[in-house]
């Protein structure tokens, strides 16, 4: 059904009462919202105008715009203004409007301005236009039904709700955007609430926040309170299931709602470039704030001592007295150096970022999804140069490096192997595994990945109980749940955890259907036969179990069917078991090809034990003390002596180019860190299949990692511990090859019972450092069990121990903090639905684009705005100082040295085409070359374009440039004839000189554009008259040899330093050796996993959902259609069950098993 | 320089890059694919190594130095100082007596020989030092308009909203406007240099200055204009008085050529092309070479320069020069140019040597290294 159906047919039932009104009732808990008063309050409903705004309640209607014709030249303006940059440049004009102290005219200063703020400006605008002829994004937030469409649902595109009634059960499940249950519930009074409407009441609770988790508030419903928390509240773009109806009041619309508030908040990120250059420009502004204050000095003590001898200059400043000239001259100054650090600089940064972005965006090679429709989207524009820095990839397991598909890939039954052995990463695309022909199954709907005709044959053949027993089990041991959809042959199945779905789901196709359960009965058809199990009792599945067990009962009487982790079950059995030496032999194979394992395994268990058991069960259940003891030892005591049945190996398949791309950025430099929630086991499993991990890889976890911590300096604790061991030959070779694994939970029960070791590397400085100088020896770290807000803490952790930057990819809601917190965070797009991708300030298709955006893109990108930067500042500042120079020639009297029209010209188009060409086109190496030597990349990591030495010795060069390119030409014009308009001319023609040379030996990569950039550039100063102001200059100094002999002779005096140190550099590091082609990678085959590495049990996340199960209290369970008549009655029952409001939470499993 | 062009549309697709390759099957398909939007424009990328940058130092100081060399030799100049700050000097009392408000003029005369003959052109110029011409305020201090023949900067005598510049400040007007106006005008040289050959037998030979073609041409035609609607000067600047620290009105400047005076006045012009630097030159006149070209245009031999000392350098402690100068096709003589010529183009090549022996020291363990790797 399609989802938009879905939104039409509930909306109809569903009651939205918008209504406010505003009381102060609790000092936090403002907010009030009443039902059914929507006249009564619609004056409180928010209005603007431009800027301003009053009233309370947001309307409903999500705005992704926020200019008018009307609002955006004040808006835009106000914006722009708050840039410092932006400011500091009008006071430049103000300041250069006043006659006495503008040394350069007020248009210098006002036109680039004036283009910056209509640049900038028209860049907003568009954006905006883009944003709102587009879908608001929020709107793309509900959720994918697609694998889940047989849920009752409906989207709620409206905004926050509180549910009131859900009917006719209490429970509801509504799915959020990750696929992990939550349990929705109705405050008590309102099950009873008659159909009858309008409602009323008042619901008073918090101010609308960001806070997605948490939620306080009050119901006044009837005269009486009832306490409302996060619980019973729905976000914006929730889908609810479960329930055909539901009543519900909106708190928070619009803009108020929690999503909203939530996502719209883009953190503003600086990259560490950006950091670098503000610090600069600041010391340059402090520099030339200092050499204008020196100059004023000078000029003052020039008029005191020198100018009054001259009866000329005496005159002029008559009436002045030296300070005041003093004064005067220093603003004077202050405005003729400002041209140092021009606007256009950030303007053309911004610029060059965009179309960075846009490259991005553009290219072919990083599109995904079908027909390559979805391209890599940079939603941050002013990041990209950090893309060629990251040190840290951080980065979720499921969805992200994995498809969170699981695919049922080989088994081994009785000691046989079923199933190819294939390597996963050698197949990436097998499509069409199915050569099986299971024409014979009329459940069969494909997305079988295991093909082995004979186990068909010997499942049908009747030959093999040990085989139908095996299948038996895969079909009753699950807390799966059918829906039967009309006009499916087959049901489809809704586990908790895709490995369930993945074996039930094979079970299927092999002619085992799971059909339908109630609450204590299972339906199965085996090979055509139906059959029902009655479901005695079950064990579910927990971390610390690691297996789960049903106990059904059949005609043949009780059985004990149960799966898990291959320790725990080989623990288990009972003595002499067949078989079981060819399983673990199987296992090891299982294990090397990364496959998932779970140990399958039955009991037979006697009557009469059942009944004992049992009885024991419900007086646990009663005993308070000891009670988790108590029922682990009871499960113990059903879950032993088990007859192995066999193996099962699923592959959690990764995504394609997964294992490339990660031994592709570690060879870059890049410290992979993988965290996850889930088990240990599942994420080191995944480590060694996408060569996160080499298969001799050392793993550093638990008492190894925590005395390793304890020590004092755990770097020498760590190389001494390495060296008594054989295979570690030195310390260097020894941090490649370990990894740290770092299982919260568990280490808070050995050592830390307050604390768990995250909080602990976090909470405490010492601790972190530690850990980090630990990491840093390391080849990757392993996080696992890590909640959400623990992953953003991992990523603290990164960020304030080291100086590297941390790049987060995720793909889900869980991985949204991560991402926020991160210097750069990557959000897969596609999969789980948006949420990631509204927080991210990078959208890719596939993990695999990760090697193109950062060792392509994002390496170019910071080798070419490392460079523009330099370059531009180089340029401007050596052009602008030659005024300090000057100064001391002309009486300290601010004089320009430059035409006034040249000023503004030379930063805007005499050298600004080159140097954006080098920011847009630059290569050093070609893509290809990129990704064959990732090396490269470090160069990136180590900061070694762009960091404050380097800054410091450009403006060292520009400095000398200015000193230069003042005192050649007044050697040759000391004394000579030549007037100062022609010095003017000759300074001009050097600089511009100087400035080109410097950006020839900068390009590396010469396209037309940039030679067509640098002809223009050229020609523009030649052919458009030099002389604005002085007029005649160019048809008299131009054909005069002097200047031309001095322009030539400063520039390459300027230049030489540079020149020189370029050719040093060629001679002593070859740094071209790259560019001669991509080189074939020495392919490092790919190592099977050593046998002693156990393959993990493949259940995902943590405590199943049995309980609610078998609780039966909570299901609207579907049947086939077969069964409906029969199982009617039941689902009468479990309707009544639902009068009791008890939450599921409180369900025991004494209770389920009644 | 080695150049490898690198057309990249044509090896874009090397098999060992990426594991999902295939932007040739979207050539086709999207049409927004083009070289620029894929960054694979073609390109020139330069190679440099050692053999193609180390060669740059020596071209580059094998064409510094002769240039050098050139820049140095050819010309000749000769300077005289005749500020008369010694005691001993012809101008000293003069020098002593003088200043703005005197109107009596005051001569001497300062002898000099040339050792060398001084063919073709000689240009003469008068030299300046500590005079800041280049101060902002002093070259503020005029108003082009009115130089350039605009009448109304002539006759108003109240300032009016649009049109009172605060150009010519303090110069602007006494009681009437005052024309030239500004600071730069009122300063104007007025020395008169006269330059006298001795024959051997002792007479002496006035050496004929050419005062036309002193001036650029622009500046005459273009920046500069009288007035235009009358022929008689004088009646064009009446009601107007001359600066303050001028003798002669301007439309007097120039007694010998009447199409010399006002603003086009060629002296005036070359004045109002303000110095670059507080020590400066500026062309007084010119020596045409003699038209039979058998004798040089200034032989060598003894000359007598005969001042009329007007302008007052003494309070600044200024210098007043006097200088003759030949000019070559590169300008006039210009020791500093050839200088440094010579000193960067040895620099280069200096270099030039030190990094090829640091090639050969380190640079080839280097590269060799790099190639086994």
């Known amino acids: 059904m399609p989802s938009s159906n879905l939104v039409g047919n509930r909306e109809r039932q569903f009651v939205v009462v918008i209504g406010f009104s505003l009381t102060l009732y609790l000092t936090d808990i403002t907010w009030e919202v009443r039902a059914n008063s929507r006249h009564f309050h619609k004056h409180r409903r928010r209005r603007s105008f431009l800027c301003f705004r009053w009233g309370r309640y947001a309307d409903n209607v999500v705005r992704s715009f926020k200019y008018s014709p009307l609002t955006f030249l004040p808006l835009t303006l106000y914006e722009q203004f708050q840039r410092a940059a932006n400011l500091y440049f009008l006071l430049m004009v103000v300041m250069q409007c006043v006659p006495a102290i503008s040394s350069i005219p007020w248009y210098t200063t006002t036109i680039p301005l004036v283009i910056v703020l209509s640049v900038r400006g028209l860049k907003d605008l568009a954006n905006d236009l883009v944003r709102s002829l587009t879908h608001p994004p929020i709107t793309r937030l509900s959720p994918s039904l697609s694998s889940l469409t047989n849920w009752r649902g409906f989207t709620n595109v409206n905004s926050l709700f509180f549910l009131s009634i859900p009917t006719p059960f209490s429970l509801c499940l509504p799915f959020y955007l990750s696929p992990s249950f939550l349990l929705l519930f109705a405050p008590h009074p309102t099950p009873s609430l008659p159909l009858s409407l309008p409602l009323s009441g008042i619901v008073l609770c918090e101010e609308p926040n960001s806070r997605l988790y948490t939620f306080r508030g009050e119901l006044h419903w009837r005269g009486e309170r009832h306490p409302l928390d996060s619980e019973h509240i729905l976000l914006r773009g929730t889908v609810l299931r479960n329930t055909d109806t539901a009543f519900g009041m909106a708190i928070y619309t619009g803009s108020d709602s929690k999503i909203l508030r939530n996502v719209g908040q883009l953190r503003v990120k600086r990259t560490q470039i950006e950091k670098v250059l503000n610090k600069v420009v600041i010391g340059v502004m402090l520099f030339l704030l200092l050499m204008a204050l020196l100059l004023a000095v000078g000029s003052g003590v020039f008029q005191g001592r020198v100018s009054s001898q001259i009866e000329v200059l005496s005159a002029l400043t008559r009436g002045n007295s030296p300070i005041y000239t003093a004064f005067l001259t220093y603003w004077s100054y202050v405005i003729l150096l400002s041209p140092a650090m021009p606007m256009s600089l950030y303007i053309t940064f911004e610029m060059i970022h965009v179309l960075h972005s846009l490259f991005i965006g553009w290219d072919v090679e990083m599109r995904g999804g079908v027909e390559r429709s979805i391209p890599a989207q940079a939603r941050n524009t002013s990041?990209?140069?950090?893309?060629?820095?990251?040190?840290?990839?951080?980065?979720?397991?499921?969805?992200?490096?994995?498809?969170?598909?699981?695919?049922?890939?080989?088994?081994?039954?009785?000691?046989?192997?079923?199933?190819?052995?294939?390597?996963?990463?050698?197949?990436?695309?097998?499509?069409?595994?199915?050569?099986?022909?299971?024409?014979?199954?009329?459940?069969?709907?494909?997305?079988?990945?295991?093909?082995?005709?004979?186990?068909?044959?010997?499942?049908?053949?009747?030959?093999?109980?040990?085989?139908?027993?095996?299948?038996?089990?895969?079909?009753?041991?699950?807390?799966?749940?059918?829906?039967?959809?009309?006009?499916?042959?087959?049901?489809?199945?809704?586990?908790?955890?895709?490995?369930?779905?993945?074996?039930?789901?094979?079970?299927?196709?092999?002619?085992?259907?799971?059909?339908?359960?109630?609450?204590?009965?299972?339906?199965?058809?085996?090979?055509?036969?139906?059959?029902?199990?009655?479901?005695?009792?079950?064990?579910?599945?927990?971390?610390?179990?690691?297996?789960?067990?049903?106990?059904?009962?059949?005609?043949?009487?009780?059985?004990?069917?149960?799966?898990?982790?291959?320790?725990?079950?080989?623990?288990?059995?009972?003595?002499?078991?067949?078989?079981?030496?060819?399983?673990?032999?199987?296992?090891?194979?299982?294990?090397?090809?990364?496959?998932?394992?779970?140990?399958?395994?039955?009991?037979?268990?006697?009557?009469?034990?059942?009944?004992?058991?049992?009885?024991?069960?419900?007086?646990?259940?009663?005993?308070?003390?000891?009670?988790?003891?108590?029922?682990?030892?009871?499960?113990?005591?059903?879950?032993?002596?088990?007859?192995?049945?066999?193996?099962?190996?699923?592959?959690?398949?990764?995504?394609?180019?997964?294992?490339?791309?990660?031994?592709?950025?570690?060879?870059?430099?890049?410290?992979?860190?993988?965290?996850?929630?889930?088990?240990?086991?599942?994420?080191?499993?995944?480590?060694?299949?996408?060569?996160?991990?080499?298969?001799?890889?050392?793993?550093?976890?638990?008492?190894?990692?925590?005395?390793?911590?304890?020590?004092?300096?755990?770097?020498?604790?760590?190389?001494?511990?390495?060296?008594?061991?054989?295979?570690?030959?030195?310390?260097?070779?020894?941090?490649?090859?370990?990894?740290?694994?770092?299982?919260?939970?568990?280490?808070?029960?050995?050592h830390y019972r307050s604390k768990d070791l995250e909080n602990l590397l976090i909470q405490e400085p010492e601790w972190g450092a530690r850990f980090m100088s630990l990491a840093g020896l390391c080849q990757s770290v392993l996080c696992c069990r890590v909640t959400p807000g623990q992953k953003a803490d991992v990523v603290t952790l990164v960020r304030k121990n080291t100086a590297s930057i941390t790049m987060a990819i995720g793909d889900g809601a869980n991985d949204v903090n991560m991402i926020k917190t991160a210097h750069i965070g990557v959000g897969l797009a596609g999969v789980e639905g948006g949420q990631a991708v509204q927080n991210a300030d990078y959208a890719l298709a596939k993990f695999s684009f990760l090697q193109r955006l950062l060792l392509v893109h994002g390496r170019w990108s910071y080798r070419r705005i490392a460079v523009f930067l330099r370059y531009f500042l180089y340029k401007t500042c050596s052009f602008a100082l030659v005024h300090i120079w000057f100064g001391f020639f002309n009486g300290f009297s601010a004089q320009s040295l430059y035409e006034n029209w040249f000023i503004i010209l030379y930063t805007v188009f005499y050298t600004a085409m080159p140097v954006e060409c080098l920011g847009i086109f630059e290569q050093d190496v070609s893509a290809e070359c990129s990704l064959s030597w990732p090396e490269l990349y470090k160069v990136g990591q180590r900061q070694e374009l762009f960091n404050t030495w380097l800054l410091a010795a450009t403006l060292l060069h520009a400095l000398y440039t200015s000193l230069v390119l003042f005192f050649m030409p007044l050697g040759v014009f000391y004394n000579s004839a030549l007037d100062y308009q022609t010095m003017a001319v000759t300074v001009s023609i050097a600089s511009l000189f100087s400035a080109t040379i410097e950006i020839i030996l900068l390009t590396r990569h010469w396209t037309k554009w940039s030679v067509a950039a640098m002809c223009v550039s050229f020609g523009l100063f030649f052919k458009s008259p030099v002389d604005y102001y002085f007029p005649g200059v160019s048809q008299n100094a131009f054909p005069s040899p002097v200047v031309w002999f001095t322009a030539l002779l400063t520039a390459w005096t300027a230049v030489l330093p540079s020149f020189t140190i370029r050719t040093l550099n060629i001679i002593l590091t070859n740094p071209d050796r790259h560019r001669h082609g991509p080189v074939e990678l020495q392919k490092s085959g790919f190592r099977r996993g050593d046998s002693h590495r156990r393959s993990s049990y493949a259940m995902s996340q943590g405590r199943g959902i049995g309980r609610l199960i078998t609780s039966g209290a909570s299901r609207r369970i579907t049947f086939p259609p077969v069964d409906r008549r029969g199982t009617l009655g039941d689902n009468v029952t479990l309707a009544g069950q639902t009068q009791s409001d008890d939450a599921p939470k409180n369900i025991t499993e004494n209770g389920s098993s009644k | 320089m080695a150049p490898s062009y690198n057309a990249k549309e044509e090896d874009g697709h090397q098999p060992g890059a990426t594991g999902h390759g295939g932007a040739g099957t979207m050539t086709n398909k999207k049409p927004d694919n083009t070289a620029f939007k894929q960054q694979r424009l073609p390109a020139w990328q330069p190679i440099l190594t050692a053999g193609t940058v180390l060669p740059a130092f020596f071209v580059i100081g094998l064409i510094f130095i002769p240039i050098g060399f050139i820049l140095i030799v050819y010309g000749l100049t000769l300077l005289i100082d005749y500020t008369g700050v010694d005691m001993s000097s012809p101008c000293y009392n003069c020098s002593q007596s003088y200043s703005w408000n005197n109107t009596q003029s005051c001569t001497c005369s300062v002898h000099f020989s040339l050792d060398q003959p001084f063919e073709s052109n000689v240009f003469m110029y008068y030299g300046l030092s500590n005079f800041y011409q280049n101060h902002r305020r002093y070259v503020k201090s005029r108003d082009d308009s009115q130089l350039n023949g605009d009448k109304t900067s002539l006759q108003y005598h109240i300032c009016t909203l649009n049109r009172c510049s605060k150009e010519c400040e303090p110069y602007r007007s006494s009681d009437k406007p005052i024309a030239p106006c500004g600071a730069i005008a009122n300063s104007l040289f007025n020395d008169t240099l006269e330059l006298y050959y001795i024959d051997p037998n002792g007479s002496r030979t006035a050496i004929p200055l050419v005062k036309k073609g002193i001036a650029w041409w622009t500046d005459k035609h273009v920046k500069f204009r009288n007035p235009s609607g009358n022929n008689n000067l004088t009646v064009v600047f009446q009601g107007t008085s001359k600066p303050v620290n001028w003798r002669k009105p301007v439309f007097e400047l120039d007694p010998l050529d009447s199409d010399n005076n006002g603003f086009i006045n060629e002296d005036f012009i070359v004045w109002m092309r303000t110095a670059a630097l507080p020590t400066f030159r500026k062309l007084y006149c010119i020596i045409q070479k003699k038209p039979n070209n058998m004798t040089p245009t200034l032989p060598r031999g003894e000359y007598i320069l005969e001042v009329t000392y007007n302008y007052p350098v003494r309070s600044f402690d200024g210098r007043k020069r006097m200088i003759l100068s030949t000019i070559s096709w590169m300008g006039g003589k210009n020791p500093f140019l050839g200088i440094a010529y010579i000193t960067v183009g040895s620099v280069c090549f200096c270099l030039g040597l030190v990094l090829l022996s640091i090639h050969y020291r380190y640079g080839k363990r280097n590269n060799s290294a790099e190639i086994s790797s």
């Open chain 1, 383 to 750: 990041l990209n140069e950090e893309l060629g820095q990251v040190g840290h990839l951080l980065s979720d397991k499921t969805g992200t490096l994995t498809q969170n598909r699981l695919l049922f890939r080989q088994c081994c039954i009785a000691g046989n192997v079923y199933g190819k052995d294939e390597l996963p990463s050698l197949c990436p695309t097998s499509a069409s595994p199915q050569t099986l022909d299971l024409s014979w199954n009329p459940f069969s709907c494909g997305g079988l990945y295991l093909s082995d005709q004979r186990l068909v044959d010997k499942l049908r053949g009747q030959q093999c109980t040990q085989s139908r027993q095996f299948l038996t089990t895969l079909a009753l041991c699950h807390t799966v749940m059918t829906e039967w959809r009309n006009g499916e042959g087959a049901p489809v199945y809704q586990a908790a955890s895709p490995d369930e779905e993945a074996l039930v789901g094979a079970a299927r196709e092999l002619g085992w259907v799971f059909l339908s359960r109630t609450r204590d009965s299972l339906t199965v058809s085996e090979l055509g036969v139906k059959r029902h199990y009655q479901l005695l009792t079950l064990l579910d599945f927990t971390s610390q179990r690691r297996r789960m067990s049903v106990l059904g009962k059949t005609d043949g009487g009780l059985k004990l069917y149960c799966k898990g982790a291959d320790i725990v079950i080989l623990e288990r059995l009972q003595k002499d078991c067949p078989h079981l030496e060819s399983t673990e032999r199987a296992l090891d194979l299982f294990a090397q090809s990364c496959l998932r394992t779970l140990c399958i395994a039955e009991r037979t268990v006697s009557e009469a034990k059942w009944e004992e058991w049992s009885k024991t069960m419900a007086q646990a259940a009663m005993t308070t003390r000891n009670h988790d003891d108590m029922l682990e030892q009871l499960h113990d005591d059903m879950e032993r002596d088990l007859k192995l049945l066999g193996v099962t190996a699923i592959e959690d398949r990764l995504q394609d180019g997964v294992p490339e791309t990660i031994s592709l950025l570690r060879q870059a430099g890049l410290k992979v860190w993988v965290l996850t929630g889930d088990k240990k086991e599942t994420a080191v499993n995944i480590g060694y299949a996408c060569r996160l991990l080499d298969p001799d890889t050392r793993l550093l976890e638990g008492d190894e990692l925590r005395q390793l911590l304890q020590s004092p300096d755990p770097e020498i604790t760590f190389s001494k511990g390495k060296g008594t061991e054989l295979w570690c030959v030195d310390r260097e070779r020894a941090g490649e090859k370990s990894a740290l694994v770092l299982t919260g939970p568990e280490l808070v029960n050995i």
